[in-house]
T-cell receptor
Framework: SQQGEEDPQALSIQEGENATMNCSYK?????LQWYRQNSGRGLVHLIL?????REKHSGRLRVTLDTSKKSSSLLITASRAADTASYFC???????????FGKGTHLIIQP | DTAVSQTPKYLVTQMGNDKSIKCEQN?????MYWYKQDSKKFLKIMFS???????INETVPNRFSPKSPDKAHLNLHINSLELGDSAVYFC???????????FGQGTRLTVV
């Protein structure tokens, strides 16, 4: 299975702090993606990092990828209450069979 | 305009019934998917479909079947519903199997 596994399963921090979530996967990948899911809603794509990239930024988001360790991290800087959500990593293997998602990290930002 | 829309949002039905969930995307994507999210929020892909091939997750019971009348639609039919089918079902689409996926808002299916 190429399934991504996020760590930690849950994270609670104060508003303004940085939040870091990690993802590990098992096999070769074409890219790794991070998604956010607010309660009761669908998933929203945040950022995609290709297998030949090591770091990528988007606003307050920073994603790293270490293919030798088969791991990725998502850093959210200067967290806000609106960042409260579940965050999932997903890996694509190169075929037409879509993405394989991890179990997610539930992030709570305390005001 | 909603990129990926699915209906209904909520579906409560009795065991043994047959039901369908509809999905439409207006993004011009070639590939559509159905995912199941269980009570622990674990997302599992059920089907991947484009105009060339249907890829079925081997763990999906054959009571579940996707139907695609055209490239913009991928409906999910479920026969003989069971209690364990209760979950949130998400439709999604992407340009290719590896690109960014766009998700619908989900259909919460409750089998009683």
């Amino acid at each position: 299975s190429q399934q991504g596994e996020e760590d930690p399963q849950a994270l609670s921090i104060q508003e303004g702090e940085n939040a870091t979530m990690n993802c590990s996967y098992k096999t070769s990948i074409n890219n790794l993606q991070w998604y956010r899911q607010n309660s009761g809603r669908g998933l929203v794509h945040l950022i995609l990092i290709r297998s030949n990239e090591r770091e990528k930024h988007s606003g307050r988001l920073r994603v790293t990828l270490d293919t030798s360790k088969k791991s990725s991290s998502l850093l959210i800087t200067a967290s806000r209450a609106a960042d409260t959500a579940s965050y999932f990593c997903a890996v694509g293997g190169g075929g037409a069979d879509g993405l394989t998602f991890g179990k997610g990290t539930h992030l709570i930002i305390q005001p | 305009d909603t990129a990926v829309s699915q209906t209904p949002k909520y579906l409560v039905t009795q065991m043994g019934n047959d039901k369908s969930i509809k999905c439409e995307q207006n993004l011009g994507h070639d590939t559509m998917y159905w995912y199941k999210q269980d009570s622990k929020k674990f997302l599992k892909i059920m089907f991947s479909y484009n105009n060339k091939e249907l890829i079925i997750n081997e763990t999906v019971p054959n009571r579940f079947s996707p139907k695609s009348p055209d490239k913009a639609h991928l409906n999910l039919h479920i026969n003989s519903l069971e209690l364990g089918d209760s979950a949130v079902y998400f439709c999604a689409s992407s340009q290719t199997g590896n690109s960014e996926a766009f998700f619908g808002q989900g259909t919460r299916l409750t089998v009683v």
